[in-house]
């Protein structure tokens, strides 16, 4: 591993390891939480950094189109400075996808939470620092829960961050400026599709039960349904979420393996466009 002497020695390819790393932990949800001291992001990222170090170089690889504009005597240049800013924007998109896959749990607990009559329960929710009902907390921790018991975060760090430096640079990102957009579009499309499809059991159900009490309102004008109506939605939708959620956990798992593959092919696209 390198000593302190020959990080100091090319401390300017090192400064952009860390800003690769630093925009990542801060834009993944867990780790970007206020909870989370900025300390412990900044030695987080330091301490990533200094693995990650050691397989990049200005010789070969993508950093080496860097050689022309890092300063041999350390000198920091606006060619420089944009190149951190690059390396940065680098590791927000890779943060800013994991945010997306986990906003998709958290807007089908919406939509559970609209049907249920929670949607007016709000707080503010630490995980997605938003403020979310009930139950989009409660899907957003269940979805916290299965990436970490799965060790995403590991393949995160040791696999799709290892793997973003052999690959992409900042030049990848100008070059491919318009397959990224897309990307991030069609990132976007998937969430709202995959939310509604995690939330489509219990709706259909609940409407189901909606349309029930109306006709019985028509057909019996004396019964009080509003006042048993709303202990039946919640107990069937309690029901119903406690019955699906081994399925559920199945879709989370595979939702996260999709979307590291999604990441792993926008390396190689943005890579294969890269200078």
């Not at 925009?23 to 780790?31: H, S």
């Not at 709303?230 to 559920?248: A, D, G, H, K, Y």
Request: aromatic share 16%; proline share 4%; net charge neutral.
């Amino acid at each position: 591993m390198p000593n302190l002497e020959f990080i100091a020695a090319k401390a300017p390819v090192f400064l952009l390891v860390v800003a690769r790393c630093f925009a990542l932990i801060m834009t993944l949800p867990l780790l970007s939480s206020k909870m989370v001291p900025r300390i412990a992001k900044v030695a987080l990222a330091l301490y990533m950094a200094y693995f990650i170090f050691p397989q990049v170089s200005l010789v070969s690889g993508k950093f080496a189109s860097y050689s022309s504009y890092v300063n041999a005597d350390g000198k920091f240049t606006l060619e420089y400075i944009l190149l951190l800013g690059g390396e940065a924007l680098i590791g927000m998109v890779i943060g800013f996808y994991i945010n997306i896959i986990f906003a998709v749990f958290s807007t089908a607990g919406q939509f559970f939470a609209f049907q249920m009559g929670f949607s007016a329960a709000e707080a503010y929710d630490s995980l997605s620092q938003v403020e979310n009902p009930l139950m989009g907390q409660f899907f957003n921790l269940l979805a916290m829960l299965v990436f970490m018991q799965n060790n995403w975060f590991q393949m995160l760090f040791l696999g799709a961050l290892k793997t973003s430096f052999q690959s992409l640079n900042s030049f990848s990102i100008i070059s491919s400026s318009d397959h990224l957009m897309k990307f991030m579009l069609s990132g976007l499309v998937h969430l709202f599709a995959n939310a509604l499809v995690i939330a489509l059991p219990l709706m259909g159900t609940l409407f189901l039960i909606n349309v029930a009490m109306g006709i019985l309102s028509k057909a019996a004008p004396q019964m009080n349904l509003l006042s048993e109506g709303f202990p039946t939605l919640m107990l069937t939708s309690f029901f119903v979420i406690w019955t699906l959620l081994p399925e559920f956990f199945n879709f989370f798992t595979n939702s996260f393996f999709t979307g590291f593959r999604q990441i792993e092919r926008l390396f190689i696209s943005l890579g294969g466009g890269g200078i």
